[in-house]
């Protein structure tokens, strides 16, 4: 792997990390749901509004959790944008679901809402959508078709901690959520991820499925006298060794989002005179959102130019890079019926995007090297 002067991403580390991993093994505890894993419960709790927060080895698991709890079967159809990742689509697809890739919105890159009330059919088992860079999706929307349609939402808010939608934490609307620590998201243990439950009625079952199918949780509580096989499950919770580094983070979150914003920002100021002469789209935040500073996007007029510009940063040693490729045409998509032309802006927006380093350990004069190369690069 060729190593950049200013990479795309670093993971942040805090200092303190370390210790909270030395405090984990000293307490003899390093399986899950130990002291550490409730401190992440209760910080993800307050940030999210969550009525319930389960940590989980990544989001691709919190995401299959979700499909196993809404009992997703063969021939259920799921809808999601096509300009998302794969873990979301898969989760649903290993149950047995026919994915419904719908297109995106021009401005906030999030999953088309009056493209999914055309979607909604009788077999439609759940909504997906991902708050793409943090940045909210129509969330009234979204919810109001769901309850009409008594379709449950899956909020997938892999981008989107701390963000927020009209006032209220993403996370907080759908009947569940999810969450990734990922070393490429603002908050990270290297892999790991989290389940949030905002629906009464999946609690339990949440904690059993987490739990390789036994009611282990109520057990460790005194509610039962023994623990047993009740239902299916698997293993997803992660050991209290990442707990451990992640709790340091969520300590600090305030810190990570803070510096966060102030690039982002930063980027914005720099890179705006220049993008209007050039053609060039910066990213949209509309005012009911407030988003997650999770990402810095580029939107060049076309794919060429698109190209050029991520060669002319790699020749300064700076790594700027592309985005998702549309899943309705990748091998798997076009298997479920995928076409060139059904999802047009997916298409479009595909392949004249590019990602600035955004990270928190960037420093100003890395940042103002940044600005000068993408000025330059076309
Ligand atoms: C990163 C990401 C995931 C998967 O996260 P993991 O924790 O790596 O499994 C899912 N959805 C979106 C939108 C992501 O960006």
């Known amino acids: 792997?060729?190593?950049?002067?200013?990479?795309?991403?670093?993971?942040?580390?805090?200092?303190?990390?370390?210790?909270?991993?030395?405090?984990?093994?000293?307490?003899?505890?390093?399986?899950?749901?130990?002291?550490?894993?409730?401190?992440?419960?209760?910080?993800?709790?307050?940030?999210?509004?969550?009525?319930?927060?389960?940590?989980?080895?990544?989001?691709t698991h919190a995401l299959e959790m979700s499909a196993l709890l809404l009992n997703i079967q063969p021939g259920d159809e799921v809808i999601l944008p096509?300009?998302?990742?794969?873990?979301?689509?898969?989760?649903?697809?290993?149950?047995?679901?026919?994915?419904?890739?719908?297109?995106?919105?021009?401005?906030?890159?999030?999953?088309?809402?009056?493209?999914?009330?055309?979607?909604?059919?009788?077999?439609?088992?759940?909504?997906?959508?991902?708050?793409?860079?943090?940045?909210?999706?129509?969330?009234?929307?979204l919810m109001k078709l769901g309850h009409t349609h008594g379709v449950p939402i899956v909020e997938d808010n892999a981008h989107g901690l701390f963000g927020r939608y009209k006032g209220s934490p993403l996370g907080s609307f759908g009947s569940l959520a999810t969450l990734s620590f990922h070393e490429t998201k603002n908050i990270t243990c290297g892999e790991g991820g989290a389940l949030l439950i905002n629906d009464e009625s999946l609690m339990e079952r949440a904690e059993i499925i987490r739990e390789k199918g036994t009611n282990r949780s109520r057990f460790f509580r005194g509610e039962v006298d023994k623990y047993s096989w009740?239902?299916?499950?698997?293993?997803?919770?992660?050991?209290?060794?990442?707990?451990a580094y992640l709790a340091v983070q969520l300590r600090r979150s305030e810190d990570?989002?803070?510096?966060?914003?102030?690039?982002?920002?930063?980027?914005?100021?720099?890179?705006?005179?220049w993008a209007v002469a050039h053609d060039v789209r910066l990213p949209v935040v509309p005012e009911e959102c407030e988003q997650a500073f999770h990402m810095f996007y580029v939107l060049f007029p076309s794919e060429e130019l698109r190209d050029r510009a991520i060669a002319r940063m790699k020749a300064k040693s700076i790594l700027s890079v592309f985005h998702y490729l549309p899943l309705h045409l990748s091998e798997m998509g076009l298997q479920f019926g995928g076409a060139p032309g059904q999802c047009k802006?997916?298409?479009?927006?595909?392949?004249?995007?590019?990602?600035?380093?955004?990270?928190?350990?960037?420093?100003?004069?890395?940042?103002?090297?940044?600005?000068?190369?993408?000025?330059?690069?076309?």
Request: some cysteine; hydrophobic content about 40%; overall charge neutral.
């Open 256 to 273: 990570i989002q803070k510096r966060r914003k102030t690039i982002w920002q930063t980027y914005y100021a720099a890179l705006q005179e």
């Open 1 to 59: 792997m060729t190593e950049y002067r200013i990479p795309f991403n670093r993971p942040p580390v805090l200092g303190g990390e370390l210790q909270a991993i030395e405090q984990a093994l000293a307490q003899g505890h390093l399986s899950g749901d130990g002291a550490f894993s409730r401190e992440c419960h209760e910080l993800l709790k307050q940030v999210t509004a969550a009525k319930k927060v389960l940590l989980t080895t990544s989001c």
């Open 230 to 243: 009740v239902d299916v499950g698997s293993s997803y919770l992660p050991s209290e060794i990442l707990a």
């Open 82 to 141: 096509s300009y998302g990742f794969v873990s979301t689509v898969n989760a649903f697809v290993l149950r047995g679901a026919k994915p419904v890739f719908v297109d995106i919105r021009p401005d906030t890159l999030n999953i088309d809402e009056e493209l999914v009330a055309k979607a909604i059919t009788e077999r439609t088992r759940a909504i997906v959508p991902i708050h793409y860079a943090g940045v909210a999706c129509n969330m009234d929307r």
């Open 345 to 378: 802006v997916t298409e479009d927006i595909s392949r004249r995007l590019a990602r600035l380093p955004l990270y928190y350990s960037l420093t100003d004069d890395d940042q103002a090297d940044v600005c000068r190369a993408v000025q330059t690069c076309l």
